[in-house]
């Protein structure tokens, strides 16, 4: 069974950076591929980052050339680093398997001056 669980959100001002981290259990991370979303209120979550199976990092919207998505093989987790944030970056966000269908439980961020 495949456990996923998220870690590092809090709140930053605008322009700041936070860095959250998605522990994987039960699966390592490598050869797999993983996923961040974002999700606001009254809102489908969308996607944010993918780490595919083979390492390669993709990123949607506005994420791109602010966000960066990567393997952590000693901890088996991907992480997003976050930065130059906006409010609109505020949300829960969520690490997904694509393989397994599964999510973690999420992690706040808010960003608010």
């Known amino acids: 069974q495949v456990q996923l669980v998220e870690s590092g959100g809090g709140s930053v001002q605008p322009g700041g950076s936070l860095t959250l981290s998605c522990v994987v259990s039960?699966?390592?991370?490598?050869?797999?591929?993983l996923r961040w979303y974002r999700q606001t209120p009254g809102k489908q979550r969308e996607l944010v980052a993918t780490?595919?199976?083979?390492?390669?990092?993709d990123y949607t919207g506005s994420a791109k050339g602010r966000f960066i998505i990567s393997r952590d093989n000693a901890k088996n987790a991907i992480d997003l680093q976050m930065n130059s944030l906006k409010p609109d970056d505020t949300g829960i966000y969520y690490c997904?398997?694509?393989?397994?269908?599964?999510w973690g439980q999420g992690t706040q961020v808010t960003v608010s001056s």
């Open positions: 997904y398997s694509t393989r397994f269908n599964t």
């Open positions: 039960g699966r390592s991370v490598t050869g797999t591929t």
């Open positions: 780490m595919s199976a083979n390492g390669v990092a």
